[in-house]
């Protein structure tokens, strides 16, 4: 079993609907949660990040955390044909001071937006 | 300001001979990452350098891998004697620090590597 489960898609969505994405996790340890974009034959750019529970927005966009179901949510409003990508979620543990936060990706969900 | 770079961005190797894959990290980051994604696949962590240091290598295939960070010039992940599975797309990330919040890492757009 993967450490991170995301679906692949491609998830195509009407110009101004609302995209949602989201991941799951099997590692209850984890507890720092990130959101990326990838263009096509680009890198990834870092969208957003959370700490433990709870919402953040930013923008058009809103990141969830549900640590009680290891559940991480990702929400795109009023959705561009520009935001059309493959959106990475990643986790990655507490650094202690002998260590670091490495991350652990999900495989990414492909997004279609149709004008 | 430039980003991540890498370079190439395309490269095509022969089974059995060697590839160098370089990654210049941003202006004033001394944290370099490694990963890897195949198709259908996320990325996955191969190395974490500093400086001169490797500090963690968990994610590198044992044998025909190896990076390196020197002092002066860019990192570089050298991958000897290809093998067909070694087809993938390699990221290089960078970062000031190594605490993901307070210094996250920045991606380059990627060296993509055939072997033919």
């Known amino acids: 079993q993967k450490e991170v489960e995301q679906d692949p898609g491609p998830l195509s969505v009407p110009e101004g609907a609302i995209v949602s994405l989201n991941c799951t996790y099997s590692?209850?340890?984890?507890?720092?949660f990130m959101w990326y974009r990838q263009y096509s034959r680009k890198g990834p750019e870092l969208l957003m990040y959370?700490?433990?529970?709870g919402n953040k927005e930013d923008g058009r966009f809103t990141a969830q955390v549900d640590k009680s179901s290891k559940y991480i949510s990702l929400f795109i409003r009023d959705s561009q044909p520009s935001d059309s990508a493959t959106y990475l979620c990643?986790?990655?543990?507490?650094?202690?001071?002998?260590?670091?936060?490495?991350?652990?990706f999900g495989a990414g969900t492909q997004v279609v937006v149709t004008p | 300001n430039a980003g991540v770079m890498q370079n190439p961005r395309h490269l095509v190797r022969r089974r059995g001979q060697e590839a160098r894959l370089r990654c210049s990290p941003m202006?004033?980051?001394?944290?370099v990452y490694w990963y890897r994604q195949l198709p259908e696949e996320g990325l996955k962590f191969m190395v974490y350098?500093?400086?001169?240091?490797?500090?963690?290598e968990s994610g590198m295939p044992k044998e025909r891998f190896s990076a390196e960070f020197p002092k002066e010039g860019p990192s570089i992940l050298r991958i000897q004697q290809v093998v067909r599975g070694d087809s993938a797309a390699y990221f290089c990330?960078?970062?000031?620090?190594?605490?993901?919040?307070?210094?996250?890492?920045?991606f380059g757009d990627g060296t993509r590597l055939s072997i033919l």
């Open positions: 990330a960078s970062s000031m620090g190594s605490h993901i919040l307070n210094q996250p890492q920045h």
């Open positions: 590692n209850s340890a984890f507890q720092y």
């Open positions: 959370t700490y433990s529970s």
């Open positions: 990643a986790m990655s543990l507490i650094p202690f001071l002998d260590s670091w936060g490495k991350l652990q």
């Open positions: 202006k004033g980051h001394s944290h």
């Open positions: 350098l500093q400086k001169e240091n490797i500090i963690d």
